[in-house]
């Protein structure tokens, strides 16, 4: 069982930056591959980049590509996302998702292919 606490969420203005952290603890997390989702207000949970166990393979959801950057540190036990020129439309509460994965390169981008969830922060961009 893996266990996820994220962090790192607050208000900022558009053009700014966050960056959140993702802490696992259980079972040894190098053997998951990591996500974030994001959900707005009367939206559907939604992708927004994820990276594989081992190698570094990552996915990008097409609205944050170019401005987000997921990325893990396995000694630490945690997974980051690095989130630059913030939008309004960005606000949402981010989710950390982590599932097993026996494949070292492989990235997953669809929610019911996680397993384990955070309980999420949330990131408010005014404008």
């Known amino acids: 069982q893996v266990q996820l606490v994220e962090s790192g969420g607050g208000l900022v203005q558009a053009g700014g930056s966050l960056r959140l952290s993702c802490a696992a603890s259980?079972?040894?997390?190098?053997?998951?591959?990591m996500g974030w989702f994001r959900q707005a207000p009367g939206k559907e949970r939604e992708f927004v980049a994820s990276?594989?166990?081992?190698?570094?393979?990552?996915y990008y959801a097409d609205s944050v590509t170019g401005r987000f950057t997921i990325s893990r540190d396995n000694a630490k036990n945690t997974v980051y996302l690095q989130m630059n020129s913030l939008k309004p439309e960005d606000t949402a509460v981010y989710y950390c998702?982590?599932?097993?994965?026996?494949?070292?390169?492989?990235?997953?981008?669809?929610?019911?292919?996680?397993?384990?969830w955070g309980q999420g922060t949330q990131v408010t961009v005014s404008s």
């Open positions: 998702a982590a599932r097993w994965s026996g494949s070292q390169s492989r990235a997953y981008v669809k929610s019911d292919e996680y397993s384990h």
């Open positions: 259980g079972r040894t997390s190098s053997s998951y591959a």
């Open positions: 990276i594989s166990r081992s190698d570094g393979s990552t």
